[in-house]
């Protein structure tokens, strides 16, 4: 509302957009032209990622079940996609800038894809874990976390 000229985009993961999925009518009865992005990967991202990392991969109450987020957006009459692909991504981003008024697109993730920065649990913000680099570890090549 503050910026009615502006693109503007919401990006939730699965568990907080559907903490907050009530906002898809105020979209529709301001006219609000926001985009949304869901990064849908089945779990409560934040607290997934910290049982990864910190807890030996225990993942506890973390599973999230979801309703069809293009379906829920398509009840309030906001058109939607789903992305399941990498080579969907472009046409789907194209496709919610070119319609006028809200777009919702639910891009479907693998379940331990992560999200940087993050803070680990009981730190404060400014010990925040940055975007790992891609190491070497006997013989594996792959992303490890940089604490």
Request: charge should be neutral; charged fraction near 20%; hydrophobic fraction near 45%.
């Amino acid at each position: 509302m503050a910026f009615p000229d502006r693109l503007v985009w919401a990006v939730a993961g699965d568990g907080g957009f559907q903490m907050t999925l009530q906002e898809l009518a105020v979209l529709k009865q301001e006219r609000l032209p926001v985009k949304i992005a869901i990064i849908n990967n089945g779990f409560l991202g934040m607290v997934r990622q910290w049982q990864q990392f910190f807890y030996d991969k225990r993942y506890t109450g973390t599973p999230v079940v979801s309703p069809d987020f293009v379906k829920l957006a398509d009840a309030y009459d906001i058109p939607g996609l789903r992305v399941t692909r990498p080579d969907q991504v472009v046409a789907a981003y194209e496709t919610a800038i070119a319609t006028p008024g809200p777009f919702l697109i639910d891009f479907q993730v693998k379940e331990e894809v992560n999200v940087y920065p993050m803070v680990p649990p009981g730190a404060a913000v400014d010990q925040l874990i940055r975007r790992p680099k891609p190491t070497v570890v006997q013989g594996y090549s792959g992303v490890q976390p940089s604490f």
